[in-house]
């Protein structure tokens, strides 16, 4: 039975936010889980929301490798809710509108993972608190003398 669009999509947000926070690529990903379990076509089909029928295998061998509790899945899929999986509620993202709309362009797909990266990377150095740096009384340069 082929998947809802929209549990399609919840899927793939989730494996692919979860590859992306253990700061794997896609062939880490297949290499970790065993390309005997699951090949590298199939991980970028998932993650780019063609589930198609996925095998329930694969699935909950991808879901462990990430540290998703494999209860996701039928929810995930719209099959069942996560108060009958006994699962608790989702926490409530609360940003600020610049966040959301930071948040709202990454998720968008148009960006590559690469660009996803790079933006990160720019974000951390640009938010990084300064180290302080003790100044050594070896290298402190020589007062100044004031012409006179």
């Known amino acids: 039975m082929p998947i809802d669009p929209s549990a399609a999509t919840a899927l793939a947000d989730a494996i ?3 590859r992306k926070r253990h700061k794997w690529t896609q062939e880490v990903l297949v290499e970790k889980v065993g390309a005997d379990v699951v090949s590298l076509p199939t991980i ?3 993650e780019n929301g063609k589930i198609g029928s996925p095998e329930a ?11 998703l509790s494999v209860l996701e ?3 995930l899929l719209g099959l069942v809710t ?3 999986m006994d ?5 409530v993202r609360q940003f ?5 709309e930071l948040i709202a362009l990454v998720e968008q797909g148009d960006m590559s993972d690469e660009e996803i990266g790079a933006l990160v990377e720019l974000l951390r150095k640009r938010t990084a608190k300064p180290s302080a740096k003790k100044a050594n009384p ?6 100044r003398r004031q012409a006179g």
């Open 87 to 91: 699962l608790p509620p989702e926490p």
């Open 138 to 143: 070896a290298t402190k340069p020589a007062p």
């Open 44 to 46: 970028k089909r998932w």
């Open 96 to 100: 600020t509108a610049q966040t959301e």
């Open 57 to 67: 295998d694969k699935l909950r061998a991808v879901f462990r490798v990430l540290g």
């Open 73 to 75: 899945i039928p929810v």
């Open 82 to 84: 996560r108060e009958e």
């Open 16 to 18: 692919k936010t979860a």
